[in-house]
């Protein structure tokens, strides 16, 4: 933990300087009467361009040799999954910001990426552009994307630059930033939408490291020496975060330590899970042959319930304490069972399930998107989710509120984040009420197939 801490005192000098990285300008305009000339050698305005849609915008340089190809190649694969009209309810623009660029390269940039979509791509709807009269420079300026030009070893210029997707309303206000290089289709759409009616979003980053350093300049001693301290210490900063995180991940206490004996003593959490597992038989038909995922299964009382309808349930849960007492009620289940010590909110499992069950678990994860997009891919086709969780509740629920990042849920917001992932037949029904002496609470199941 120190030499953690004394190496990001080391490098807070030097990146306070904030001459490279994104800084994000949310809620700012763009001027839309910028112009830029298009594949094919016109001049146009972004007014134009963005044709009153909401817009991804990326500025990258074609001929960049490092983090530019994957991120437009990962971008058009993302965007070939969005079940929105290209070209009707969005528009996507790539700059290039290298003042140099010619639009034949523009041109072979846009049909290598587009060549990537496993579906034809309505041609007009992704524009690559190049500057006129500094416009690149300009945009990257208004949007916060920090670069600088390097001197590579073959006297190239190449530059030092993240990676980014920027959301503008269709008036040209920054709503979004979609950071790095891996975008999940979900967040596009909700990016999107959200774009349209002009509101801003937290900016996203999806797991990977959203700056360029592949180039190789010619770090010509004293010219290029700070950029290179610069590079090596961020890349440095950012390894010792990932493996501070990944430790403390790694170490996370367990919440339910102190509750996981005598959590089956309650009899309202008893009744609760059998409710719910009663409504997840009449909705869902289970059949004996079934593998099924109880994810936060904690000491089986969901399991337990469903047991008798399937062949397997594997009990995906982060507390070991709970998992003990799962393991140590093995025999009572009427199904095989299978215990797995993962945490959802970081971890995967490379497994696939007919159906995946949960029980009051969700709040406990902060990141809905990327969980039900870990849900979808973990089940075969035609598979289920049966999610039972509180609907929306003032904070009152738990007496401690360590470890619930969510008050409850909205039933619509979680609707369409069901459905931006993939899932089919949303429906919510009422599982069950919890009383409590202050109030009482409801709880719904979400079901949904793939
Ligand atoms: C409120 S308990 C519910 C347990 C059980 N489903 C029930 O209804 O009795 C929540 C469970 O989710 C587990 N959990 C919380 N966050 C998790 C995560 N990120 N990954 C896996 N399990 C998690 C907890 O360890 C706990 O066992």
Redesign the pocket.
Known sequence: MKKYLILLLLTLPLLSNQSLGVKENLGKFIPLDLTFIDEDGSSSTLKKLMNGKPTLLTLNYYKCAGICSPQLNKLADALGRVKLAENTDYKVITVSFSETEKPSLARTKKKNTLNIMKRDYVKDAWHFLIGENNSSGELAQLVGFKYEAVKMENGDIGYIHPAMTVVLSPKGKITGYLLGVNQLSADITMAIDEAKLGRTRKPILRSDAPFCFTETPAFDRAVNKMTRIMGVLSVLLFLAFFFFFLRKKSKKED??ANKSKS?DMNSK?VQ??KGIAELITKKIKLEKSMKLM??????G??SYFISSHVNKIVA????PS?LVEFKSKSDEFACQTEVVE????IDTIDETFDGII????IH??EDMVSLFDKFYAMLNTGGFIAIADLDSEDGSFHSDNKGVYHYGFDRKELQVIAENVGFKDVEFDLASTIEKPHKTFTVFLLTATK
Do not use: I, P, Q
């Open positions: 919440l339910f959590w959490r609760n899970a109880d994810f936060g299964a904690g000491t009382l969901l995906v849960d982060n507390s709970m993962k945490d959802l909110s949960s029980s009051m678990t406990h994860l």
